[in-house]
């Protein structure tokens, strides 16, 4: 009896033993089966881009443009260098968007691809705000982007902004800047406000001891406006002008440098009016 206990504890060990090989042997074959088959999904999809990649089906066939109004689309189509008819899976929009962007005019540009075979190029353009005047004429945009030089062509139908000179901004970009982003916010709220006489301007002369000097579009009349307070000037001035119109007083310039007291000038004797 002593015996038989002895031994019995041994061949359970034995068992054990057998069934801890049968589990790890079961999970070799799973792992080995999952590897297989992950083996056999990579080696079909390899072989279905392989297949897409040279299926005339995804060749760009159309490249559409939307967006142009100032640059014309052919513009666009030659810094696109889409070329032939490349696979569409292969395109590379990065670069493409990158060359477009390069173009003075263009702001933003975004490229799709729209299966199986076009390809859209949406270009937003910089927006003008002013035409600024240096030794040649150049475009700049709200966010005082000096972007592209006016051609022989164009149409000068924006305020221009004086005043300053190339070595003005080469000896001080940061103090030329200011006065820019100044006549800017300037023009915003007069857009804004869209105020008589001042709704609207032909030019932005920039001093900077002095302020903004501006000139009415269809009289002519010069406005000193200084350095701060615009919209209250604005509207001040707008007062003033219907006043003087109500007079049949002309006006050759109105000084309102100074919100508290804006004198006008005629041609012949001064009228102040003052604030009480």
Known sequence: M????FFRPEKKGDERIGERFQKILKGA???AFHILFLILLFFAGHQLYVHLLEDSFFQVKEVEIKGCKKIPEKTILSLAKIEGKPNLFTLPLKEISVRVEAHPWVEHVRVRKIFPDRVLIHIEERKPMAILQLEEPFYIDS?????????DRDEYDFPFLTGLTRQMFNKDPSAAKHLIARALEFLRIVDQEKA???????EIRMEKAFGIHCFTQAEGVEVKMGWDHFGEKLRRLSLIWSDLQKRGVSAGSIDCSDLKRMVVKKNSPQVKLERR
Not at 196 to 202: F, I, N
């Open 2 to 5: 002593s015996e038989g206990k």
């Open 29 to 31: 074959v799973r792992v």
């Open 143 to 151: 966010k005082g982007v000096i972007f592209s030089r006016v051609g």
């Open 196 to 202: 008589r006489p001042l709704d609207g301007v032909s």
